[in-house]
């Protein structure tokens, strides 16, 4: 048994919209990150500018005095040193304690550092400066320090931007959640039509969405595939149809021929009986074969190719059947084909019994090389097929007239089967245009060129 994890079992518009939820989540991070950095390093800045513009001004008055204690601003830290670095005097806070940094800068410059230190600073970290001042002709040492700004930088920046990045989560994960549903819609509507579809009603299609995405594709193509399985279903049924007539007639002359002579037996001919139900059972066999042919190439079964000569095909063919009407060869040797022997030899088979079954004195078969394409001619002098009728007659059960008069047993399988061996040989079968009678032509790819010279 297959185990789904829980985040595998929710809908595909939960994902969507929890993934969604967790990149805006990431983005909003990023962004607070650095909107929160920026702010903080220009607090800092500004800070630290009026911590020097302080010192600037505490240094120009203790040139005249240096007061002991100091009075400081609010959270402002001072210390002074002389120039053997002695403490001579510091705010309130800051007397007794170690000097609050150890920098010493150049006479005519100052520097800044943050200390977090315990000793000095217990439970905060402070922005300390080092200004030197002269006095009396010496360089002393003014050290101020005013309270660090926090990493949140204070409640007025880092709260507006948790509740906005829970605002745009929040609206992320709803609008996500409700475009994923609406973008779905029609993928319900697609499942509740198939669900309807039965191999007794094909008859249903999908609704195809009214923009161009692919979801039109997705319910364009299911509505093609809808089609050809409707196609394939009332071809089925109509094959059956026309099997179980065909077969229907043989079995009821066989029928027929043996209650007649089960009538009085001692009065039947037997023998002519005999030669009737063979005749019945002949049609039948070949219907059967014809039958099974056709469910092979329905089922794509076909035989193993090799190359095949085409010309040497045709003549060994015509050596074994026997001769119904006048034969014209017109062979190039040479014309060669991948195919299976059985297969091409029974297209030809069937080509020429329809040839000879509709030929008025001659039939001809024509062989040649056109471009790299074996083509193969198979023509009777006799009344020819009506341009309209050209394709009907690849129809399975199909018979003209004419065929129907000149062969009454006939199956109506025989073109159409020779049609699908053709297609299934990568080549075509059609009737084109010809002076008198019906011309069919095969078209093969072929493997080599001819010999010169035809036979």
């Known amino acids: 048994m297959i185990r789904v994890s829980w985040w595998h079992r929710r809908s595909i518009r939960t994902r969507l919209a929890v993934v969604a939820s967790a990149v805006m989540a990431l983005l909003c991070t990023v962004v607070?990150?650095?909107?929160?950095?920026?702010?903080?390093?220009?607090?800092?800045?500004?800070?630290?500018?009026?911590?020097?513009?302080?010192?600037?001004?505490?240094?120009?008055?203790?040139?005249?005095?240096?007061?002991?204690?100091?009075?400081?601003?609010?959270?402002?830290?001072?210390?002074?040193?002389?120039?053997?670095?002695?403490?001579?005097?510091?705010?309130?806070?800051?007397?007794?304690?170690?000097?609050?940094?150890?920098?010493?800068?150049?006479?005519?410059?100052?520097?800044?550092?943050?200390?977090?230190?315990?000793?000095?600073?217990?439970?905060?970290?402070?922005?300390?400066?080092?200004?030197?001042?002269?006095?009396?002709?010496?360089?002393?040492?003014?050290?101020?320090?005013?309270?660090?700004?926090?990493?949140?930088?204070?409640?007025?920046?880092?709260?507006?931007?948790?509740?906005?990045?829970?605002?745009?989560?929040?609206?992320?994960?709803?609008?996500?959640?409700?475009?994923?549903?609406?973008?779905?819609?029609?993928?319900?509507?697609?499942?509740?039509?198939?669900?309807?579809?039965?191999?007794?009603?094909?008859?249903?299609?999908?609704?195809?969405?009214?923009?161009?995405?692919?979801?039109?594709?997705?319910?364009?193509?299911?509505?093609?595939?809808?089609?050809?399985?409707?196609?394939?279903?009332?071809?089925?049924?109509?094959?059956?149809?026309?099997?179980?007539?065909?077969?229907?007639?043989?079995?009821?002359?066989?029928?027929?021929?043996i209650e007649e002579a089960l009538i009085d037996p001692y009065q039947a001919d037997w023998p002519e009986t005999a030669d009737a139900l063979l005749d019945s059972v002949e049609r039948m066999q070949a219907l059967i074969g014809d039958l099974l042919q056709v469910a092979r190439l329905d089922a794509g079964v076909t035989g193993?190719?090799?190359?095949?000569?085409?010309?040497?095909?045709?003549?060994?063919?015509?050596?074994r059947r026997p001769a119904k009407a006048g034969l014209r060869l017109r062979l190039t040797p040479g014309v060669v084909v991948d195919g299976s022997r059985i297969e091409l030899a029974r297209l030809l088979n069937n080509l020429l019994d329809n040839a000879e079954r509709h030929a008025a004195s001659a039939v001809t078969v024509t062989l040649t090389l056109e471009a790299g394409v074996a083509v193969l001619e198979v023509c009777d002098d006799g009344e020819g097929i009506a341009p309209e009728q050209r394709e009907a007659v690849f129809q399975r059960f199909t018979r003209l007239e004419a065929s129907r008069a000149r062969d009454p047993g006939g199956t109506g399988l025989g073109l159409p089967i020779a049609r699908q061996l053709a297609q299934a040989h990568g080549g075509t079968l059609t009737v084109e245009d010809s002076p008198r009678g019906a011309r069919f032509v095969l078209r093969l790819p072929a493997r080599a060129t001819p010999r010169p010279g035809p036979s």
């Open 32 to 257: 607070a990150v650095f909107i929160v950095v920026m702010v903080r390093q220009a607090a800092v800045d500004y800070r630290t500018e009026q911590l020097f513009a302080n010192a600037v001004i505490l240094g120009a008055q203790m040139r005249q005095r240096v007061p002991n204690p100091i009075e400081g601003g609010p959270e402002q830290a001072i210390q002074v040193f002389d120039p053997a670095g002695t403490m001579v005097s510091a705010t309130p806070d800051m007397v007794g304690k170690p000097p609050m940094t150890n920098l010493r800068p150049d006479p005519d410059a100052y520097a800044t550092t943050t200390s977090c230190d315990g000793g000095v600073f217990p439970h905060r970290c402070m922005i300390v400066l080092a200004y030197p001042f002269h006095r009396e002709d010496s360089v002393w040492q003014l050290d101020i320090a005013v309270p660090d700004i926090p990493w949140y930088v204070g409640p007025k920046l880092i709260v507006p931007l948790a509740a906005g990045s829970a605002l745009l989560v929040a609206a992320t994960a709803a609008g996500g959640y409700r475009i994923v549903g609406k973008t779905l819609q029609p993928v319900g509507a697609i499942s509740g039509n198939l669900a309807q579809i039965t191999a007794s009603d094909l008859r249903h299609r999908v609704p195809v969405p009214k923009y161009r995405d692919e979801l039109r594709e997705l319910a364009e193509t299911a509505n093609r595939t809808l089609e050809r399985a409707q196609s394939a279903v009332e071809q089925q049924l109509r094959f059956a149809s026309d099997a179980s007539h065909d077969l229907r007639s043989p079995l009821t002359a066989i029928r027929t021929r």
């Open 304 to 319: 193993r190719h090799e190359p095949i000569d085409l010309a040497e095909l045709v003549t060994g063919e015509l050596e």
